[in-house]
């Protein structure tokens, strides 16, 4: 088992960015901070750096991974072309929680994109991300973090729980902003489409760009892009979707399990807690997102054999949440 170097703060600590940098360009596995979820880094221009990636997660090679660039110029230099409306998203989403999917160059291995013609692009706006990436030179595939099919790590713990002793180093950035993956979107010549929903919205989309917005696959719906076909965001403990009307009945019939709650803090009141039932609330659709796989590494920690997890309204945050949710759920 290598020996993982374990970096604190990163953020103040240029120096320890400069040599993660250094192991990246030398083909190393390097797990950094972005705002939406802890990525498992290496050069997407390196055969066996990219070997490793699928290996260090377990991942299937049919799942194709985003390739991390620091500015627009970068975009260029990664994708065969780059059509006027791909461009537009960029300058109004990026740096931020978009990628877009775009033709291959051929500077970028097949194996990256599990074969198909096209490269999932995103500029991350998390400084150290984006200081790593700028060091390193190179473009950096990076799948979350995580052992695959496992939430994705959005703490240094989490991170360090999924990864130590599989790679190189691990950066701590903090708590992911965000919480949630990415939204992967493509240019079809007449307006885009959402491939996995995220933190940035088919709304806010639609209203910076003026286009049409669908979704391959409506949200309520899974299987979608290359590599949702593949189990999803799941912790151990079964994770059963109720509305807030019904949790109270919901938790009662699980008694004898151990038992996790997720809900919305106005849900709270009046609902069992304490003994077999251990309650996690959030403010909010957009904190529920941000807090939602830590909430599930807790649920784990604890020995949850149930986590019973409130629904919200599909709209703004709440869409990539319930996306998320139901992958989770799934049998
Ligand atoms: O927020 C994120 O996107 C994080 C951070 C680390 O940037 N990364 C991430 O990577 O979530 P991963 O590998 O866990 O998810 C990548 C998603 C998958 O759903 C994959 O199918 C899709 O992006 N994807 C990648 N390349 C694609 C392509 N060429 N065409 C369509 N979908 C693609
Ligand atoms: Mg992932």
Known sequence: MPHTLLIRDAADNPDSIRIAAKFLAAGELVVFPTETVYGLGADATNPDAVRRIFEAKGRPADNPLIVHVPDVESVKRVAAHVPPEALELFRHFSPGPLTVVLERSPSILPEVSAGLSTVAVRIPRHPVALELIRLAGVPVAAPSANLSGKPSPTTFAMAVHAMDGRVAAILDGGDCDMGLESTVV?????????????????????????????????????????????????????????????????????????????????????????????VETFEDARHYARRLYAAFADMDAWGAEV???QSVEESGAGVALMNRLRRAAEK
């Not at 910076?208 to 965001?233: D, F, I, L, M, W």
């Not at 809900?263 to 251990?278: D, H, K, T, Y």
């Open 186 to 278: 493509r240019a079809t010549g007449e307006g885009f489409v959402i491939l996995r929903p995220g933190l940035v919205t088919a709304e806010m989309i639609a209203e910076a760009t003026g286009a049409k917005v669908s979704y391959a696959v409506h949200p309520a719906e899974t299987a979608a892009s290359p590599g949702t076909r593949h189990p999803h965001y799941r912790p151990r403990a079964k994770v059963v979707i109720t509305s807030a009307d019904e949790l109270t009945s919901i938790i009662e019939g699980f008694a004898g399990s151990k038992v996790g709650v997720l809900c919305l803090a106005a849900s709270r009141e009046n609902l069992p807690a304490g003994g077999n039932v251990f």
């Open 307 to 309: 986590v019973v997890a």
